[in-house]
């Protein structure tokens, strides 16, 4: 089996990574601390003029330090592109950069002003570049005189430009309130930083745009990624691109594509594990077949054409040797359980059957919604291939996993994350937290992936069920993590073009199922 999922992915920055960055480039390379100021400077100067009226009025707020600086240097490029430009501090330069930098601002004559409560003249709508903290906070912001100027401009704010952060937030945190100061576009510098891409944070930095601004390679190698930092981000558009199916001679069969089976469904929700199989068919699978419970077998006259129906429930309980006996003979590459139910129908018995089914065949397995519920204590008496089983839960969903002793939520606790890794090769499990920037967790390559393309016209019931179908029809040939990620980035790509036709609020799962594969 193939694991592509390590092509589709880089290290997100932690701050102090990035601090690193920035001290080794200049320590250990020909690179000066005033060049890459000048770069980042230029950088955010840049963004600033693509995106408003040359006519606005910008204030930079600059900071004691090098993000400061930063904020400087981008008012000297402003001004010498005949921008109205007005500098105002808290705290005088310590750094010896900022220090040079306030001086060449102070030569060719840009207004500086050092902030007291109520008395900043704020032109109206005027741009603000918040150069104060960046990546300098830990934790939470104090009381201060820079909270107290940043929320005095948030009264008079128009568009706002942060460098590296919004000034506030914490970048290894995104479980925190709003910054006084919301941006509307963040620049930030080498890698995105884990407040960039989990919500709420990412919410606060508006449209976040990374740079690179000449940091030295030997200095990100030597400041080692993997040991520093605990988050991966998706290459979405990559990815994509990336289709095992295309892989497949002209002269494949139906069984090449793989067989995915969905067991799941209960009264009034047969629609779920209908969405899982037409999401796998759509992605490329070359058969689907759903198995309801008797209670609503008569709804299966309703299934699409393309699906095949079973009856694998004898008294409304899953029938292992009926199950058992299909999947070897219809040759089943994929088997999705739990669609559309609420309560758990797992036992051991069947555990010890997919167990059974993975060291033989190889058999993927993704078990979802209702099927969930108490998986955990299930697996770890009879642990399942990691490689080859994927959990698909949503915030609620995961606190349920195990009930003898909860899963830690994800969160910037690096103990947290180690703990999330060692419950999963417990249960011999990878796992998609499903949120608005999901996160796949991969055990046995101890990695947490984040794709933050998310969208919130997929914020509705079916859309994972769906992804619980296209991650199947991948795992014939993919890992599990790799088949999570690939099934995230179709959803996400499906639903930038649908959301274009529809709007935000008209995006349905099934309009997504159409697009899958396109």
Request: aromatic share 6%.
């Amino acid at each position: 089996m193939a694991d592509l999922s390590k092509k589709f992915y880089f290290p997100i920055w932690s701050g102090s990574f990035a601090e690193s960055v920035d001290n080794e480039s200049t320590r250990h390379s020909e690179i000066k601390g005033l060049e890459l100021m000048e770069s980042a400077g230029l950088a955010v100067a840049e963004q600033v003029l693509a995106l408003c009226s040359p006519h606005r009025k910008v204030i930079t707020l600059a900071g004691k330090g090098n993000n400061g600086g930063d904020a400087i240097v981008a008012a000297i490029h402003l001004s010498k592109k005949n921008i109205n430009v007005k500098i105002i501090i808290v705290e005088p330069p310590q750094s010896s950069s900022c220090k040079l930098q306030m001086e060449r601002a102070q030569s060719i004559g840009i207004p500086i002003e050092s902030w007291t409560p109520n008395k900043i003249s704020w032109p109206s709508a005027a741009i603000i570049i918040d150069g104060f903290l960046g990546l300098g906070v830990r934790g939470q912001l104090r009381e201060s005189d820079i909270k107290a100027c940043l929320e005095e401009a948030n009264k008079h704010r128009g568009e706002v430009f942060a460098i590296d952060l919004p000034s506030g937030l914490d970048p290894d945190c995104w479980k925190q309130g709003a910054p006084p100061l919301p941006a509307n576009h963040t620049v930030t510098f080498g890698q995105f930083k884990p407040a960039h891409v989990h919500w709420p944070t990412k919410g606060f930095c508006g449209n976040i745009t990374v740079r690179k601004i000449g940091f030295a390679e030997e200095a990100i190698s030597k400041a080692d990624p993997d040991q520093n930092c605990m988050w991966q981000l998706l290459d979405q558009e990559k990815i994509i691109k990336e289709s095992p199916f295309q892989q497949l001679a002209s002269d494949s069969h139906k069984y090449d594509r793989g067989h995915v089976l969905v067991i799941g469904g209960s009264p009034g929700k047969y629609g779920a594990p209908l969405i899982t199989a037409m999401g796998a068919l759509r992605t490329g699978a070359g058969w689907a077949t759903i198995a309801l419970p008797e209670k609503i077998t008569p709804i299966g006259q309703h299934i699409p054409p393309e699906i095949t129906f079973e009856p694998f429930f004898t008294n409304s309980k899953l029938d292992i040797e009926l199950f058992n006996k299909f999947v070897s003979e219809r040759k089943v590459s994929s088997v999705v359980l739990g669609p559309g139910t609420l309560k758990q129908f797992i036992n051991k018995k069947t555990v010890d059957c997919f167990k059974q089914l993975q060291e033989k065949r190889n058999i993927f397995i993704v078990i979802d919604a209702g099927a969930l519920h108490g998986i955990g204590d299930l697996l770890s008496h009879t642990p399942l291939n990691p490689e080859l089983t994927l959990l698909t839960p949503h915030p609620g969903e995961w606190r349920k996993l195990s009930i003898t002793r909860p899963v830690p939520e994800p969160d910037s606790n690096p103990k947290n994350i180690k703990q999330i890794y060692k419950d999963l090769l417990l249960f011999g499990t990878t796992a998609i937290y499903k949120n608005a920037a999901p996160i796949v967790f991969d055990p046995k390559l101890q990695k947490a992936i984040v794709n933050n393309n998310g969208r919130l016209c997929i914020a509705k019931a079916g859309t994972g069920d769906l992804l619980a179908g296209i991650a199947a029809a991948h795992g014939k040939f993919w890992s599990a993590s790799g088949s999570a990620l690939r099934a995230q980035a179709l959803i996400y790509h499906a639903a930038k073009i649908e959301e274009e036709n529809r709007g935000p609020e008209g995006v349905l799962p099934t309009d997504l199922l159409q697009r899958i594969g396109i």
